[in-house]
Structure formats: C-alpha cells, structure tokens
C-alpha cells in the first residue's frame, strides 16, 4: 500500500464524516440550517480534500516532448539546425541559436520529463552524462575517429632493469610508424602498425622510481601524435631461488650468477654423483622447507628425484620452472606432459632460432652504462652465433599458456598454474651461449620472464594502469576499505570502486589500510582520441543495451505542487469562512434568545 | 716599299707604347689583388689570382692596341705633319692612284714623309695614370697587409650573452672574446670566438679577453671542478689564458659572488684520433709464376696528417713442415699524397729478403701521426703473401689427411720375389720336395700378403690373417663393444639400423676412400698374387715368379698414382660402464660449497637523484642534496656517456632548485648514466578469494 492511496483513503474518509456530521447537524438544525449553505459545505469539503491530496501528491508535469536532440561536443551547425525535436546544448557543444544550453544532460532531462529517445549529434556524449542517459532510446550516428593514438596500454609494475612491452593501437594511419623514446630522448623501439592498427614496443627500465617514456607516432616523418607512456619501476623484496642441477655444468653456473647478480637469494644444489653435492649449504628437500623458496629451477636429472615434494610445493604456491639438460628420456616426457604439457614434435634436440639482433643505435638505448665488471657488450650482426638448441618437444596444449618464443614461432616456454603456484616449462637447452656472445640482455629476458611469471605471488603495491585524464571522473577499483589518494582525498567505495576527480597530471597514489596503488593522470589535452574512443564504446554499449527498453516510460516527474496548495488554501480559507459566517443561518441568536425567555 | 709594309713600319712604335703603357698600368693592380688573394685565402689563391689578372690585362692591352690602325695613322699624320699637305693617305695604300695626279703627289710626300721618324708618333707615357695607379696600388697592398685578421692583433669584443639583469654597482659582462690556438702541428689557425663556449682541439690555447661594466675589481673565471683562474686587467679589459687539455666548464664570475650566478659555459677538448690505417691489397695474395716482388698497398688517414715516413714490419716464414724457420725485420717507408690521405706501397723484392717457394711474407705498417709531443703510433692490418710449394699440392677443401701409400706391404711382395728368385736359384741343388716345401712356404707367404690387400680391399677373407696394424680383435681387447645390443624401443614403421642392432660395425675399408681406379689396379694385383700363390703352392715357382713381378708393378703402379684420404675421425670411445664408476679412490672429495660474490650495482647516488627528481612518491620537490651525485659523477666520469653536461646540469639544478625544465633536463642526462640492473624479478600479486577458489578447483583436478 503506497502512501498516496492511503492518503486518499483517509482523506475520503474524512470527507464521508464530516459529510455525515453536516447532515445530522443540518437535521437537527431543523428550520434554522440553510439547505443552501449545507450543500455549499458539503460540495466544498471533498473539493478541499481532493486539492489537498493533489499538493501532497502533484500530478505529472508533461509538456508533450517526447524526443529530445543533444549538441555534443564538435556538433556542426549544419546537423543541429535540421528541424525536428527541441534542441539542448551541451557546455562542450558551441553555441548554436535555437539550442537551450544546460550544465549536463540530467538537467535537460529534468526540464523535459517525458522525454523517452535521445538523438545524439555531435562527438557523444561524455561520462559526466552517458548514466543520465542510461533507460532512454538512444539514437547516436558516430563519426569517423580522429587519426591518432586509439588505445595505449602502459605496462603494469615493471622490475629494476627488466624489459617491458608498451601496445599501442592505432586509427586510422596504416601507414604510421611508431617511435617509443626513453627519458633521454633516444629512440629505444619503433615499429609499424599491422593490418589491425597493433604495434608492440619495447624498452628497459633502469633503477626503481617512476619513469615517463615518450610515445610518437609520425606519418612520412610528419609528427601525428606524441603521448606519455608512464612506467612504474618498482623494486620487491629479495626472492629466494632455488636451483637444482644433476651434474655440474655451465648452464647451471651461469644461471647461478645471473640470478644472484639479479638480487635474488640463491640456493643452488649440484650433484656430483656418489652423494657428492656441490653448490650452496644442502637444504632438505621437504615440503617445509620449499614453503620458504619463491621459485624453484629444476633440471630434468633432479627432477625424477624429487618430482612429488616439488609438485607439492607448487601446489602450495612456490613457482617451478623445468628444464631440460639435454634430450629428454620417455619417463620425464610423459610426466612433464601429466603435467599439463602436451608435446609436439620429433623429439631429440633442436636447433634454436635466435630473434636478428638490434641495430646499434636502438641496442645501446637499451643497455645502461658498463662497469669494470660487467663492461658494455653489444652484439653485432658480424658476431659468432651462440650454439643453442632447444629440445625437439613444443609444449602445447588447452592448459598450458605459451610464454617465450623463438624467433622461428616455436614455444620456448609455457605455464600452467598448479593449485596455488605454476609451473613452467623451458625447453631452451645451454642458453649459457647467449651471455658469452653479446646477447646477455636476451638471457636475462627470458629467465626473468619465466621467474616473473611462476614465482610466488606476494601482496604489495601494483599499479592500475586505466588511463584517466584531468578534470574527468574515473573509477578506482580493487579497494577494499576506505582509501585516500596521494593523503589527501578520501575515496569512499562502493562494491570495491571508488570514484574519484583528479586535477593534477602525474602519478597519484592511493593508499588503503593495507594496500597501495600507483595511477597516472593523463593532461586533460592528451590522446584525445583515445578518449574518444572510449567515449565512443561507452555509447555503443548503451544504444545496444538500452533499445528494448525505450518503451517502457520514463518514472514520471513530478509536477509543480504549489499551485495545489494554493488552491487548497483558498477552498480551505472560504469552508473555514461559510462556517463561521452568518450566511445561511437563519436568527439563530433570535430563537435562542426567544427560547432563554 | 709597298704601302703596307710602310703602314708596319709607321705604326709599330704607337703600338709598342700602348701596350707597354697599359701593362705598365695594370701591373701595380695585379700585384696589390695578388697581395690580396695571399692574405685573404693564402698562397694558393695568390698562384691563382696573378695569372688570371695577368689574361685580363693583357686582352685589354690587346684591345687598346688595335685602336691603333690605318685611320688614326693618317689622321695623326695629317695633323702634325702640315708638310705632308693631307695626303698620307696616299702613302699607306696599296691600291694604284687613280690618277696621275695622285701618283705625283704620293712621290712628293713619300720623299717628306722621312723627315721625321715613326717614334714621334708614339703615345706619351700616361705618367699621371700611372702614378695614380701605383699609389691606389700601394694602398690597397697596405690595406690588406695591415686588414687585421681573426687572431691577430688585439681581438674584436663580441656583445655578452649572459642574460643577466643589470642591477646598479654590481660589475656585469658586457664584452667577450675567446681566442683559440691550436696546437702547430694540427695547422688550423688562430681563431677568435664571440661566444665563450668552444670546441677546440685538445691541447689548444684559450685566452679570455672580457669587459665588465661598471669596472670589475677581482673578476675570476670559476671552473666548476679544479682552481679558479684569475683575469688580469689588461687597460679596459680583462684576460686569461689556459690550456684545454680536457674538457671543462666554467663560469665568468665579475662580482665575486654578488649579484646573479652567472650561466655556465663548455669548453671541448675534441682528442687527436689516432690514424687509421687501411689495406688497399687483399689480406691473402699467392704469388705468381715469374713473379720478382711484391707491392703491397696501404692507405693511411688521420685528422690532422699521417707523418710520411712510416715503418713496415716484415715477417718471412720460410720452409716447410716442422722445418720452418720465422725472420722478423722493419724496414722504413715513405709514403706519397696530402699529409691527411697517405698511401704506402712499398716494394719489396724477394731477392732481398731471400723470400723463395714454400714460404709466407706477412707484412704489417706501422705508421704515427703528427701530434707533438708524443705522435701516435698504429699497426696496421697484416698482408699475407704465399709462395706455395710446388711439391705439395693444394690440400685445400679435403677433410682428411693425406698419407703416402702403405709401404710395409709392397716391400713384402718384393720380398716374396726375392725369396722365389733365391729359390730358382738353389733348385739345382736341393731335394725337389725340399723344393716344393720352401715353395709352397713362399706360397703361405703369398697368401698372407694376398689376404692383407684383399682385405684392405674390403673383401672378406678366410682364415686369413688380419691387417698388421690389426690386432687380435675380440671382447677383451682395449675398446669396448658394449656387450649385447641395447634393444632400444623399435618404433613401428622407422627404420631400422639393422647392423647397429645385431652387430658393431668396424670402420668402414680403408680402401673405399680410394677412387675407383686404384681400386682397380689393387684388385688386378690381387689377382696376379693369386696366380703366384697357385703356382707357388703347386711346386712351381719359376711359373709363379712372372705372376709376382706383375703383382709387384701394380702395386708400384698404386703407389706412384695416387694417395690414400684416410677420413679422420675423432677416437672411438668406450661406452661407460655403470657398474665400475664411483668405485675408484675417493679420499678427500666431500660435498664442497662454491662461494660465489654477487656483482656491486654501483649507480645508487644516480638512482636515489632520479627519484629524488621525478614525480612519484619519492619525489623532493624543493632543494635535493645533489652532492653525492656530484661526487659520483666525478668518480665514474670515465664510464658516463657526458660526465660533463651532467656536472653542469647538477650545477644548473642546484643554483634553482625550482626550475622544472632544469630538472627535467638533469633527469633525462641521468637516464643516459645509469647501469641496467640485471632483470630483477617483479612479482604477481595473490589471487583474490574467487581467484584463489578456482585456481584450488583446478589444482585439485591434477
């Protein structure tokens, strides 16, 4: 029961009383009560009720618009004065005469209650007004996108001196070549769209800190577009590794080194045969024991050995990565392909097709400065080709995700996760070539990448790499409490997100009880038509989801109440005077004096 | 005389002045624009300039002397000589008088005409001209010698560009000057910069001439690393002279302190390269026949000029096989062309050097530069020469070695001949069973020597002896057959090595290296040895000896004709015994812990300012202390791309802590100077709780 009927009951019910009241005193009234001024009372008191339920409840205000046009952003004046529905200007839209400006769209709304389809003309509209939007029939002709810069995707954390991938999508200019420059301005990446407007690009990070690479897209050496990619280097705790090998051997040193010159804590277990260990200080092999390793690399000699405390371990969270030391023999290959690799392949070993070296210029921005002890070292096309293979086996299959491959599109490495932890396979067999040959940043790469990807995950700050602009909401998501960014705006989420206003370009930070983000603001002027874009999906995605619900009308506005209680008022102001005044009464005080007599 | 030859003879002298008269004119000209061209573009623009004046005064002579012709001769004749009553123009004519009154008068006036001589006739000098000539002359050589050149005399003040606001009794630079000399030997000249930043040739001379208004009292140029260098005043101006032996920066500080810091300026030392030197002949030349000398060539260039003489290393080796002897000489060069671009090519005759067949020459130049003090010395590529042998053939492009044939065997059928003849020749006298035993002993022989060819052949043979190098061959002898074939799993439908499985194959003969045609001579002797041991076991030894001897010239043949490639191959070694590893000594070996020392990443203060400088949480917006940067750079000066822009960036940083574009800029030198840390592991987050719950789902499928 809705409080305008029980309203309405009480105040018939009130007017049935007080109906019966005036009759039985207009009966007991007998010759003095006026027939005429009774039935005055009773016509103006279900009057009086009706307007007061009329101001408590008004009814619906319709001014019989039922389509409105809205100027976006860029609406030429050509498509705005076409004649039709009432015309609402956006702040973005010029100003165009005939058109009734308004701050957003909910305000258009509000002054055309029963508006039930929208025809859209311009750009589209915004964020600030695709909600307001949301339940109405949205007719909307995109336009074509500006050429530009479609979508950039920043890489998420990025480790001190790890390599990262930038994509960048592109509208509109096929025949664009893309330059991604480093902090020093060099030229570290380019690269030219495929037929779907993708290009990836690549760069190096260096020590921990926040970092802003350049992205330019040039089209017959012409600037198009030029935009920050932001890249968040942050450091983590030292991981502990543990290395186990069946035989000595230099693919085993090397890793070693590299592993330990990469900060992590580095147990390695040798075996010499004849209980012979060599290597660091022994550690058991027990499930306790492995619950303190990160990340294990376990060649395919040791693996028979401990392969159910390893599993366990990985189930428990602990990265595996499996390599092989050289061709495999049939038992190791059907329990690596238990494990969720299915091979392909004539077995054996492989050759291994190493990715063209860099050119010089792009090698040399992507190394540091050299040291005494690890003095620069570029690999030239002239160089000595290390003597890598591969096992003769590409992992494939539903479960496992490729990781690495060679430069032929064979799969170097794969994952799968495996209860809490995963487990990696590396086919790659004496990498140990790559760093005597120059090639010491693509060793590192590929180890790095298989580590980053196993290792046990730990909790800590990650960053969000939703692109936002200044001056425009977006939405921070993942909270899990109250948070504030950079200290100083408390950020309140509902269902995890959170809104929030930026007004500066940078790096923000928001901080909850027990977690950190990093975000980075875009200037309001940037990428423009990625912001388009984005705007222009947002507005897809509406017209498709809301057209089956057009019909159903909008929840109604309500009208003006005060000119009811006025109304109210005066019926009120004129029952109170016809029961006061004389009108109608007949020498009552005549009789009352006759009969005090 | 004819009238033309009298028009010669008239008009001769008026020539000759006019012509001298306007070379006497030009020639104080040419000489002042030769003075000229030698001052402003020195002596080659000189050589270049006199002749090319010299062709345009003498056409203009040329022109001015053909003014002189037939009508002005007669015209000047007719207007100083009344005697010749206005008729020379009959005089100078060839053509016949018209009339006889023409002729008479010509005769009158021929006779008058040599009263007076042709010289009268002849232009006076133009001595006014001429002297005005000379003096404009003689300006313009004083003008051009006394022209002052950059570098000379006292220097040209440029306007100051410090962009400094002037403030009242605070001394201000207003004019600048950086004079630059080069080292002598590079041969650039002296050269006056306006701007107080400078790329000079290390080792130059850089003297300061600056003026400061109002006038400073101890203005001093402040170096940003090492001593400040006082001005001296020098009547309004201050100077300063140093040597840029490295590169610098600096700023010029009039005030001492007071008042605004001055920008800072570089001074860059660019080092002289060493020269480098090229081989204009292949690294490998073989000599050809007749050939007395070789001329091996080098091209050497360098910045400023390759010194001429040059020394030439020359190595001999000289012999063959083990007997090589090696000789090392130098021998002083010369080379030819512009100092910059020098070529060698030296001869060397092979008589001097007692270079003959067989032998190598290896050469290498090694040429300096001429840089004072100490020139910079660079050895060059080696140049290989070849002589090869005549008695070895070219080896090359076989994988095998090279043996001369086998001669244990054929010296046996020799000996088998020798042992038939020496029976032959003891027939008479011994028993004819003693005969047919000896013979067929020598048969028994013939027979081993046949089985040792036939197998070497290939063939099998039996019960026949085995090869002399071939021992007793069986499962107790050095190498290993590895006991029963391992049954390897046999895959349905590949294809199977029948003998690896069910036998061990010996290498293969050595005789199938041989070519099919020594193959054959080989199987023909083979065959006559058989014929011999026929006959020689039948009794017959003098039917068996023509047998032997064909035998013995096939395989003479066989030897003579060819040589056996044996195809090396690495030794042939013994599969492991599992069962007897680890059952050796093993006193002191132990489990062994190997230490291991990680790397130092050394860029810590250049890290620490590019947080310090970059917008994120560890960013310091105001004053960073930028001294342990400082001091980084300068003790890594030598590893970092551009020490000095970095030092000079810090500097900038540290005057204005709040210049954005300054920070910016430092940041992005830092970026250049930084190491890469080897890939350090970024690590996954956990999965949220319905992450967690799947992954548990799916793990627990395993």
Same mark, same amino acid.
């Given at each position: 029961?809705?409080?305008?009927?029980?309203?309405?009951?009480?105040?018939?019910?009130?007017?049935?009383?007080?109906?019966?009241?005036?009759?039985?005193?207009?009966?007991?009234?007998?010759?003095?009560?006026?027939?005429?001024?009774?039935?005055?009372?009773?016509?103006?008191?279900?009057?009086?009720?009706?307007?007061?339920?009329?101001?408590?409840?008004?009814?619906?205000?319709?001014?019989?618009?039922?389509?409105?046009?809205?100027?976006?952003?860029?609406?030429?004046?050509?498509?705005?004065?076409?004649?039709?529905?009432?015309?609402?200007?956006?702040?973005?839209?010029?100003?165009?005469?005939?058109?009734?400006?308004?701050?957003?769209?909910?305000?258009?709304?509000?002054?055309?209650?029963?508006?039930?389809?929208?025809?859209?003309?311009?750009?589209?509209?915004?964020?600030?007004?695709?909600?307001?939007?949301?339940?109405?029939?949205?007719?909307?002709?995109?336009?074509?996108?500006?050429?530009?810069?479609?979508?950039?995707?920043?890489?998420?954390?990025?480790?001190?001196?790890?390599?990262?991938?930038?994509?960048?999508?592109?509208?509109?200019?096929?025949?664009?070549?893309?330059?991604?420059?480093?902090?020093?301005?060099?030229?570290?990446?380019?690269?030219?769209?495929?037929?779907?407007?993708?290009?990836?690009?690549?760069?190096?990070?260096?020590?921990? $800190?926040?970092?802003?690479? /350049?992205?330019?897209?040039?089209?017959?050496?012409?600037?198009?577009?030029?935009?920050?990619?932001?890249?968040?280097?942050?450091?983590?705790?030292?991981?502990?590794?543990?290395?186990?090998?069946?035989?000595?051997?230099?693919?085993?040193?090397?890793?070693?080194?590299?592993?330990?010159?990469?900060?992590?804590?580095?147990?390695?277990?040798?075996?010499?045969?004849?209980?012979?260990?060599?290597?660091?200080? &022994?550690?058991?092999?027990?499930?306790?024991?492995?619950?303190?390793?990160?990340?294990?690399?376990?060649?395919?000699?040791?693996?028979?050995?401990?392969?159910?405390?390893?599993?366990?371990?990985?189930?428990?969270?602990?990265?595996?990565?499996?390599? &092989?030391?050289?061709?495999?023999?049939?038992?190791?290959? =059907?329990?690596?392909?238990?494990?969720?690799?299915?091979?392909?392949?004539?077995?054996?070993?492989?050759?291994?097709?190493?990715?063209?070296?860099?050119?010089?210029?792009?090698?040399?921005?992507?190394?540091?400065?050299?040291?005494?002890?690890? +003095?620069?070292?570029?690999?030239?096309?002239?160089?000595?080709?290390?003597?890598?293979?591969?096992?003769?086996?590409?992992?494939? #299959?539903?479960?496992?995700?490729?990781?690495?491959?060679?430069?032929?599109?064979?799969?170097?490495?794969?994952?799968?996760?495996?209860?809490?932890?995963?487990?990696?396979?590396?086919?790659?067999?004496?990498?140990?070539?790559?760093?005597?040959?120059?090639?010491?940043?693509?060793?590192?790469?590929?180890?790095?990448?298989?580590?980053?990807?196993?290792?046990?995950?730990?909790?800590?700050?990650?960053?969000?790499?939703?692109?936002?602009?200044?001056?425009?909401?977006?939405?921070?998501?993942?909270?899990?409490?109250?948070?504030?960014?950079?200290?100083?705006?408390?950020?309140?989420?509902?269902?995890?997100?959170?809104?929030?206003?930026?007004?500066?370009? #940078?790096?923000?930070?928001?901080?909850?009880?027990?977690?950190?983000?990093?975000?980075?603001?875009?200037?309001?002027?940037?990428?423009?038509?990625?912001?388009?874009?984005?705007?222009?999906?947002?507005?897809?995605?509406?017209?498709?989801?809301?057209?089956?619900?057009?019909?159903?009308?909008?929840?109604?506005?309500?009208?003006?109440?005060?000119?009811?209680?006025?109304?109210?008022?005066?019926?009120?102001?004129?029952?109170?005077?016809?029961?006061?005044?004389?009108?109608?009464?007949?020498?009552?005080?005549?009789?009352?004096?006759?009969?005090?007599? | 005389?004819?009238?033309?030859?009298?028009?010669?003879?008239?008009?001769?002298?008026?020539?000759?002045?006019?012509?001298?008269?306007?070379?006497?004119?030009?020639?104080?000209?040419?000489?002042?624009?030769?003075?000229?061209?030698?001052?402003?573009?020195?002596?080659?623009?000189?050589?270049?300039?006199?002749?090319?004046?010299?062709?345009?005064?003498?056409?203009?002579?040329?022109?001015?002397?053909?003014?002189?012709?037939?009508?002005?001769?007669?015209?000047?004749?007719?207007?100083?000589?009344?005697?010749?009553?206005?008729?020379?123009?009959?005089?100078?004519?060839?053509?016949?008088?018209?009339?006889?009154?023409?002729?008479?008068?010509?005769?009158?006036?021929?006779?008058?005409?040599?009263?007076?001589?042709?010289?009268?006739?002849?232009?006076?000098?133009?001595?006014?001209?001429?002297?005005?000539?000379?003096?404009?002359?003689?300006?313009?050589?004083?003008?051009?010698?006394?022209? +002052?050149?950059?570098?000379?005399?006292?220097?040209?003040?440029?306007?100051?560009?410090?962009?400094?606001?002037?403030?009242?009794?605070?001394?201000?630079?207003?004019?600048?000057?950086?004079?630059?000399?080069?080292?002598?030997?590079?041969?650039?000249?002296?050269?006056?910069?306006? =701007?107080?930043?400078?790329?000079?040739?290390?080792?130059?001379?850089?003297?300061?001439?600056?003026?400061?208004?109002?006038?400073?009292? /101890?203005?001093?140029?402040?170096?940003?690393?090492?001593?400040?260098?006082?001005?001296?005043?020098?009547?309004?101006?201050?100077?300063?002279?140093?040597?840029?032996?490295?590169?610098?920066?600096?700023?010029?500080?009039?005030?001492?302190?007071?008042?605004?810091?001055?920008?800072?300026?570089?001074?860059?030392?660019?080092?002289?390269?060493?020269?480098?030197?090229?081989?204009?002949?292949?690294?490998?030349?073989?000599?050809?026949?007749?050939?007395?000398?070789?001329?091996?060539?080098?091209?050497?260039?360098?910045?400023?000029?390759?010194?001429?003489?040059?020394?030439?290393?020359?190595?001999?080796?000289?012999?063959?096989?083990?007997?090589?002897?090696?000789?090392?000489?130098?021998?002083?060069?010369?080379? =030819?062309?512009?100092?910059?671009?020098?070529?060698?090519?030296?001869?060397?005759?092979?008589?001097?050097?007692?270079?003959?067949?067989?032998?190598?020459?290896?050469?290498?130049?090694?040429?300096?530069?001429?840089?004072?003090?100490?020139?910079?010395?660079?050895?060059? &590529?080696?140049?290989?020469?070849?002589?090869?042998?005549?008695?070895?053939?070219?080896?090359?492009?076989?994988?095998?070695?090279?043996?001369?044939?086998?001669?244990?065997?054929?010296?046996?059928?020799?000996?088998?001949?020798?042992?038939?003849?020496?029976?032959?020749?003891?027939?008479?006298?011994?028993?004819?069973?003693?005969?047919?035993?000896?013979?067929? =002993?020598?048969?028994?022989?013939?027979?081993?020597?046949?089985?040792?060819?036939?197998?070497?052949?290939?063939?099998?043979?039996?019960?026949?002896?085995?090869? &002399?190098?071939?021992?007793?061959?069986?499962?107790?002898?050095?190498?290993?057959? $590895?006991?029963?074939?391992?049954?390897?799993?046999?895959?349905?439908?590949?294809?199977?090595?029948?003998?690896?499985?069910?036998?061990?194959?010996?290498?293969?003969?050595?005789?199938?290296?041989?070519?099919?045609?020594?193959?054959?001579?080989?199987?023909?002797?083979?065959?006559?040895?058989?014929?011999?041991?026929?006959?020689?076991?039948?009794?017959?030894?003098?039917?068996?000896?023509?047998?032997?001897?064909?035998?013995?010239?096939?395989?003479?043949?066989?030897?003579?004709?060819?040589?056996?490639?044996?195809?090396?191959?690495?030794?042939?070694?013994?599969?492991?015994?599992?069962?007897?590893?680890?059952?050796?000594?093993?006193? $002191?070996?132990?489990?062994?812990?190997?230490?291991?020392?990680?790397?130092?990443?050394?860029?810590?203060?250049?890290?620490?300012?590019?947080?310090?400088?970059?917008?994120?949480?560890?960013?310091?917006?105001?004053?960073?202390?930028?001294?342990?940067?400082?001091?980084?750079?300068?003790?890594?000066?030598?590893?970092?791309?551009?020490?000095?822009?970095?030092?000079?960036?810090?500097?900038?940083?540290?005057?204005?802590?709040?210049?954005?574009?300054?920070?910016?800029?430092?940041?992005?030198?830092?970026?250049?100077?930084?190491?890469?840390?080897?890939?350090?592991?970024?690590?996954?987050?956990?999965?949220?709780?319905?992450?967690?719950?799947?992954?548990?789902?799916?793990?627990?499928?395993?």
């Amino acid at each position: 029961m809705t409080p305008d009927i029980i309203v309405a009951l009480v105040l018939t019910l009130a007017v049935l009383i007080g109906g019966v009241r005036l009759l039985l005193w207009h009966r007991a009234a007998g010759a003095l009560a006026s027939p005429v001024r009774t039935s005055l009372l009773l016509l103006l008191q279900p009057i009086a009720a009706g307007l007061l339920y009329m101001a408590l409840f008004p009814p619906d205000a319709a001014d019989g618009v039922s389509s409105l046009r809205i100027a976006t952003a860029n609406t030429s004046r050509l498509s705005a004065a076409a004649s039709g529905s009432p015309l609402i200007l956006l702040p973005e839209a010029h100003a165009i005469s005939g058109g009734e400006a308004v701050p957003d769209l909910a305000t258009a709304l509000r002054r055309h209650p029963g508006v039930t389809s929208l025809t859209i003309v311009g750009d589209g509209l915004g964020p600030r007004d695709i909600d307001a939007a949301r339940g109405l029939a949205v007719h909307f002709d995109p336009p074509p996108l500006h050429p530009g810069i479609r979508h950039l995707a920043p890489p998420p954390v990025v480790a001190p001196g790890a390599r990262f991938t930038v994509g960048v999508t592109l509208a509109g200019l096929p025949n664009a070549t893309t330059e991604l420059v480093d902090p020093a301005g060099r030229v570290t990446d380019s690269g030219t769209p495929d037929k779907n407007g993708h290009v990836l690009l690549a760069g190096t990070a260096r020590a921990a $800190g926040t970092t802003a690479f /350049t992205l330019r897209v040039r089209r017959d050496k012409r600037l198009i577009e030029q935009a920050d990619v932001p890249v968040w280097v942050a450091d983590n705790a030292r991981p502990k590794l543990l290395i186990l090998a069946g035989a000595p051997g230099a693919e085993v040193k090397t890793l070693r080194r590299w592993a330990i010159d990469a900060g992590y804590d580095v147990t390695t277990q040798m075996s010499a045969g004849g209980g012979i260990a060599l290597g660091d200080a &022994p550690v058991a092999l027990d499930a306790a024991s492995l619950r303190r390793f990160d990340a294990a690399i376990v060649d395919d000699r040791s693996w028979s050995g401990a392969r159910g405390v390893l599993l366990a371990g990985a189930r428990g969270g602990m990265g595996l990565v499996l390599r &092989p030391g050289g061709p495999i023999d049939g038992a190791t290959r =059907s329990q690596w392909q238990a494990l969720g690799f299915s091979f392909s392949g004539p077995g054996g070993v492989a050759p291994l097709a190493l990715p063209k070296v860099d050119a010089e210029a792009v090698a040399s921005t992507r190394q540091g400065i050299g040291s005494e002890e690890v +003095p620069v070292d570029i690999a030239t096309t002239d160089d000595y080709l290390p003597d890598i293979s591969r096992l003769g086996l590409t992992p494939g #299959g539903y479960d496992a995700v490729p990781l690495l491959r060679d430069a032929g599109g064979a799969t170097l490495g794969a994952w799968r996760a495996l209860g809490a932890g995963r487990v990696a396979l590396f086919t790659g067999i004496d990498s140990y070539g790559l760093t005597l040959t120059g090639r010491r940043d693509l060793y590192g790469d590929w180890w790095s990448a298989l580590l980053d990807t196993v290792a046990r995950p730990v909790p800590g700050s990650r960053v969000l790499t939703d692109t936002g602009w200044v001056g425009e909401r977006m939405t921070l998501c993942g909270l899990t409490g109250k948070a504030q960014v950079d200290g100083r705006v408390r950020v309140l989420p509902v269902n995890g997100c959170g809104g929030y206003w930026p007004t500066q370009a #940078g790096w923000h930070m928001l901080r909850s009880k027990d977690a950190a983000s990093a975000f980075y603001v875009q200037p309001a002027d940037a990428l423009p038509t990625m912001r388009a874009a984005r705007d222009r999906q947002a507005m897809a995605l509406l017209s498709a989801a809301e057209v089956q619900q057009a019909s159903a009308a909008l929840p109604g506005q309500s009208g003006t109440p005060w000119i009811w209680w006025l109304g109210w008022l005066g019926v009120s102001a004129l029952l109170w005077w016809l029961e006061r005044s004389r009108l109608g009464r007949h020498s009552a005080p005549a009789k009352t004096l006759q009969s005090a007599m | 005389m004819s009238g033309d030859a009298l028009f010669a003879l008239w008009i001769a002298p008026a020539r000759r002045r006019s012509f001298a008269n306007m070379l006497a004119l030009a020639l104080p000209l040419i000489l002042a624009l030769a003075v000229i061209g030698w001052r402003w573009g020195g002596f080659v623009a000189a050589i270049l300039v006199v002749p090319v004046s010299l062709a345009v005064a003498l056409a203009v002579a040329r022109q001015r002397m053909a003014r002189f012709d037939r009508p002005w001769l007669i015209r000047s004749l007719d207007t100083t000589r009344p005697e010749l009553e206005d008729s020379s123009a009959l005089l100078f004519t060839d053509e016949a008088p018209a009339s006889p009154l023409q002729s008479l008068q010509r005769r009158r006036i021929a006779a008058r005409l040599d009263q007076g001589a042709p010289q009268d006739l002849a232009p006076a000098w133009s001595s006014r001209l001429l002297f005005l000539s000379s003096l404009f002359a003689a300006g313009l050589i004083a003008a051009a010698l006394l022209w +002052p050149r950059a570098g000379e005399g006292p220097p040209i003040l440029a306007p100051s560009s410090e962009g400094l606001p002037a403030r009242p009794g605070i001394p201000r630079l207003v004019g600048q000057n950086l004079r630059i000399i080069p080292p002598a030997y590079t041969g650039l000249p002296v050269r006056d910069s306006a =701007s107080l930043d400078a790329r000079v040739p290390q080792g130059s001379q850089l003297e300061w001439t600056l003026r400061f208004n109002p006038q400073a009292s /101890t203005p001093k140029l402040l170096m940003l690393a090492g001593q400040p260098l006082a001005l001296h005043p020098d009547g309004a101006n201050w100077i300063a002279s140093r040597t840029a032996d490295v590169a610098f920066l600096y700023r010029v500080d009039p005030a001492a302190g007071r008042g605004a810091t001055p920008p800072l300026h570089r001074v860059d030392a660019i080092a002289d390269a060493p020269p480098q030197v090229k081989a204009l002949t292949d690294s490998l030349t073989m000599v050809k026949p007749g050939q007395r000398s070789w001329l091996p060539a080098f091209a050497a260039t360098d910045d400023y000029g390759v010194a001429a003489n040059a020394r030439l290393r020359v190595t001999l080796a000289i012999g063959e096989g083990e007997n090589v002897t090696f000789s090392e000489r130098e021998i002083p060069v010369s080379g =030819s062309g512009p100092a910059r671009d020098r070529r060698f090519t030296p001869r060397l005759d092979f008589s001097t050097f007692g270079f003959a067949a067989g032998g190598d020459m290896v050469v290498q130049l090694i040429v300096r530069d001429n840089r004072a003090p100490n020139p910079q010395e660079v050895r060059g &590529p080696s140049l290989i020469l070849r002589w090869a042998s005549p008695k070895q053939p070219e080896s090359s492009g076989l994988t095998g070695m090279v043996n001369t044939t086998l001669p244990a065997y054929f010296r046996s059928q020799r000996q088998i001949i020798i042992d038939i003849e020496k029976l032959l020749k003891e027939k008479r006298g011994i028993a004819p069973d003693r005969t047919l035993a000896r013979s067929a =002993s020598i048969g028994g022989d013939q027979q081993i020597l046949r089985g040792r060819y036939s197998q070497f052949l290939g063939g099998e043979n039996e019960g026949a002896p085995e090869l &002399p190098t071939a021992e007793a061959h069986g499962d107790g002898d050095g190498h290993d057959h $590895g006991g029963p074939p391992v049954a390897a799993p046999n895959v349905f439908g590949e294809k199977e090595d029948v003998l690896a499985e069910f036998g061990h194959p010996h290498d293969e003969s050595p005789a199938s290296s041989l070519d099919p045609e020594t193959r054959a001579i080989l199987k023909q002797a083979v065959d006559e040895m058989w014929q011999s041991e026929r006959e020689l076991k039948t009794g017959h030894p003098d039917a068996a000896l023509p047998y032997a001897y064909k035998a013995l010239r096939f395989i003479k043949e066989v030897q003579q004709a060819t040589r056996i490639f044996l195809s090396r191959v690495g030794p042939e070694l013994p599969p492991i015994d599992a069962s007897r590893r680890m059952t050796g000594k093993r006193e $002191g070996l132990a489990s062994r812990q190997l230490e291991i020392t990680p790397i130092e990443q050394q860029d810590g203060p250049a890290a620490a300012a590019w947080r310090a400088l970059g917008d994120g949480p560890d960013a310091i917006r105001g004053q960073i202390d930028l001294a342990p940067l400082d001091g980084w750079v300068r003790t890594n000066a030598t590893r970092l791309p551009d020490a000095l822009a970095l030092s000079g960036a810090i500097d900038v940083v540290r005057q204005d802590p709040g210049c954005t574009a300054c920070r910016a800029k430092l940041r992005a030198l830092l970026w250049a100077a930084m190491e890469r840390p080897s890939g350090h592991l970024a690590r996954r987050r956990p999965a949220d709780a319905a992450g967690a719950r799947y992954l548990d789902r799916i793990g627990g499928a395993q």
